[in-house]
């Protein structure tokens, strides 16, 4: 590893050579071989600005295996070349080509991280975990380094991004990612319907249950566990159980339709049916409930106003394994979280008896929510579009203001 890092600087410092003139505006994506859709959206809201600046937009994903780092390999010149030419470089998580290379001076590169919270330790916290890599090789591929600001949406997370990160407070803007305006939207959708109708949260068209009601949407979202399945099955039991001993709840149960919105790995299981073709964010939009854990759905999903209910059986064991830097327990939404499947599902039917009037408290969801996100859910495009604008003309015109 350390040739091929060697390696990486030698190829840096080669193109940074052809690459005197730093102007635009370079996007990387580290999510995935697709840019993310936050990168896409604020591409679109760059490119659209007055005299904006040329925008180049670049996406892979460096995997642990050899195989994937060769098959990287290629993206990451590509990747090279972009951040050396450019005045501001924008990621959206840790990407080589920007932390390890000797950062060129007059550059700005922002950190707009993929996820707007930190329920689950990450990055630097887990460094010599399970989930992790070993210290070595963190320092090795100088994790994170570089950056002159890093997205943050809420007090209330920043202390866990200055551990996951390695930087002092100084480094942090208070900014939303594009995706907090998607979520602004659903839930405006969401709250205009509820005024109509109810509790429901779509009019999706779907047959009606015995009581003149289609069954409540339940999307059960939980986080991906290293080298472990999740528990979808004692979730599923629970439901099974629950629906098949009506008399246990003093009366006939409201209808659930239970939706499993799996990691990939998890899905792939012969004897797990998953959905696999909506995206998630969409289900914010269609779902009654919300069932998660340690992932950033919980944060999502309360944002978007989805009663959201915390299956976190495994939580003494991924404290010690990965660690978490919040415990549902403890918050807001605390007497919604549970260890046990059958309890929590005993929790929803009773919450969720009157489904006209649901006895939930959206009160402490929103409560939640608020502590986490304290940014708008609307114009966070927009107004990081400004400040990286802002952040290639320094010192002149244009001037990009967004109220």
């Given amino acids: ?95 080589p080509a920007v932390s390890i290379p000797e950062k060129r001076p007059g550059q700005k590169v922002v950190q707009i991280w993929h996820a707007p919270e930190a329920i689950k330790k990450f990055s630097l916290q887990i460094v010599d975990t399970e989930a992790g890599y070993s210290s070595h090789v963190a320092e090795l591929l100088c994790m994170h380094r570089g950056y002159d600001y890093i997205l943050c949406p809420s007090d209330a997370t920043r202390p866990f991004f200055e551990e996951a990160f390695g930087y002092a407070e100084e480094a942090f803007v208070k900014h939303g990612l594009p995706s907090l305006d998607r979520i602004g939207a659903l839930r405006a959708g969401r709250d205009a319907f509820k005024n109509r109708k109810g509790v429901r949260a779509a009019d999706d068209g779907r047959p009606c249950d015995g009581d003149g009601g289609r069954p409540l949407t339940v999307v059960y979202a939980p986080t991906f566990r290293d080298g472990t399945w999740v528990d979808a099955e004692g979730l599923v039991r629970a439901f099974e159980r629950a629906a098949a001993e009506p008399n246990a709840f003093g009366e006939v149960p409201p209808a659930f339709e239970l939706v499993l919105k799996l990691h990939p790995l998890d899905a792939a299981r012969p004897e797990i049916v998953a959905d696999t073709e909506t995206l998630l964010i969409e289900w914010y939009a269609k779902a009654d409930i919300v069932i998660t854990d340690y992932s950033g759905v919980a944060v999502e999903a309360a944002a978007a106003g989805v009663a959201s209910y915390y299956y976190v059986y495994d939580i003494n064991n991924y404290k010690m394994r990965r660690g978490l830097n919040v415990d549902l327990h403890d918050e807001a939404v605390g007497k919604y979280a549970f260890i046990d499947a059958d309890e929590l599902v005993a929790q929803m039917m009773q919450d969720f008896a009157d489904v006209a009037a649901p006895a939930y408290d959206y009160e402490a969801l929103e409560a939640f929510a608020s502590k986490y996100l304290e940014v708008p859910l609307e114009g966070n495009t927009q107004r990081l579009a ?18």
Avoid: N, T
């Fill in 1 to 95: 590893m350390k040739a091929a890092v060697a390696m990486l600087r030698g190829a840096a410092a080669f193109i940074g050579v052809f690459a005197w003139r730093r102007k635009g505006v370079a996007l990387i994506s580290c999510q995935g071989d697709e840019p993310s859709q936050d990168i896409l959206d604020l591409a679109a809201a760059l490119r659209g600005m007055p005299q904006a600046p040329r925008v180049r937009v670049l996406a892979g994903k460096m995997d642990r295996s050899a195989g994937g780092a060769f098959r990287f390999a290629g993206k990451m010149l590509s990747m090279l070349r972009a951040a050396a030419g450019a005045r501001v470089v924008v990621v959206d998580a840790y990407c």
């Fill in 386 to 403: 400004a400040f990286i604008a802002r952040l290639h003309h320094p010192h002149g015109q244009p001037q990009y203001v967004v109220e």
